[in-house]
């Protein structure tokens, strides 16, 4: 296993060159993903490294910090190797747990045109066919379509829905990356289309027939929790930053960071990042401890660190000011990339209306 130095190491300062070419280094990827970095948290029975989730979330805050985009693959990852966990059968874990620690990678395809956050709406469809399943569908917005060996599709499978497991390889599977991403640029976000793709029945995961809900809530607490500590990541980015740059830039004869209004964007920005971190590391111990509020301390987590996120990079950029406007800045980059964790497995709005729920129940 790859330790934090050495992920540093590794990114260095290229992740702005990455972002800006919106494509990560292949070799780099498939290192990472071998020594499995991406999904820390699959069993060392399968070859993983084994982390709690506490573990996994500290590692995922790391890589958040160096580079949003190779932090969403290790969310993607993750959510697959899950989720293969979650509903797969003893043969199916055997067989692709492996694979995603030995340098596969796996992206998992939710969200459709007419159904993000409106999984009702969802119209691809997995259906059986004596010995094999056709998938027939499109999904947009996949992290890590483009760079994917295998991807988590999820549909509709008679009453209920199912999740298939569908190499890009596969004749009728079209990736097609989405342009000019706003953030996490070289995530590799593309659009999958499905046309009637024919596969062994082996492929399907074993949860076949479940509610939908039920399937799509297990993969994405575990992308919740995944974003909400790359989100602990980006805002300790933007602390190192911008406390180095208030310690160092003067302003009417003493440095920035002894005028007030400057100190209380630095002090927000502290108290954004342990708030977060605090969140982070409450759902971690639910999830590592078994217990039955994971999934609103996951949504809970999620919704406060990509808001802290997206607020405090705003702040670093005030801060800032024209030396973290340019586009490449790791302030700058942070600016966008958070943006887009408050859209992504669950929208901010989507996030309080679960979280009202939970409150009705538990408080009422």
């Not at 020594?35 to 790391?62: F, R």
Request: hydrophobic share 45%.
């Amino acid at each position: 296993m790859i330790d934090h130095a050495e992920i540093t190491d590794l990114v260095g300062d290229q992740a702005d060159a990455w972002d800006r070419a919106g494509r990560l280094p292949l070799d780099l990827v498939g290192k990472l993903a071998a020594a499995g970095v991406l999904c820390p948290q699959v069993p060392a029975e399968y070859g993983g490294p084994g982390m709690s989730s506490l573990a996994a979330g500290e590692l995922t805050a790391h890589v958040g910090a160096l580079c949003s985009s190779l932090r969403s693959l290790m969310t993607s990852q993750g959510m697959a190797a899950w989720t293969i966990r979650r509903f797969g059968s003893t043969e199916q874990r055997a067989e692709y747990l492996p694979q995603l620690v030995s340098g596969q990678l796996a992206g998992v395809a939710f969200s459709e045109p007419e159904a993000g956050s409106d999984l009702s709406a969802m119209a691809t469809t997995i259906e059986r066919e004596g010995d094999h399943v056709v998938i027939t569908g499109g999904k947009v917005w996949v992290t890590g379509a483009t760079y994917a060996d295998l991807l988590i599709v999820f549909g509709r499978n008679g009453q209920g829905a199912a999740a298939v497991v569908v190499p890009t390889t596969t004749a009728g599977v079209t990736v097609t990356a989405v342009p000019d991403p706003m953030g996490c640029r070289a995530a590799g976000h593309a659009n999958v289309q499905l046309d009637s793709v024919r596969l062994p029945a082996d492929h399907l995961l074993s949860g076949a027939g479940l509610p939908l809900e039920w399937l799509v809530t297990s993969a994405l607490t575990y992308g919740r929790l995944s974003v909400a500590w790359g989100c602990v990541g980006i805002l300790r980015s933007c602390l190192t930053a911008t406390t180095k740059h208030a310690r160092t830039r003067h302003q009417f004869g003493k440095p920035l960071a002894e005028h007030q209004l400057v100190g209380r964007h630095v002090a927000e920005l502290l108290v954004a990042e342990q708030a977060a971190t605090r969140v982070c590391e409450h759902a971690s111990r639910c999830w590592d401890d078994g217990k039955p509020e994971l999934v609103p301390a996951a949504v809970l987590a999620k919704h406060l660190a990509a808001g802290n996120a997206a607020r405090g990079a705003a702040a670093a950029v005030q801060v800032m000011a024209s030396a973290g406007a340019l586009d490449g800045h790791p302030v700058a980059r942070a600016y966008r990339d958070a943006k887009l964790m408050e859209i992504i497995e669950g929208s901010n709005e989507i996030s309080q209306i679960l979280l009202a729920e939970h409150a009705m129940a538990v408080w009422a």
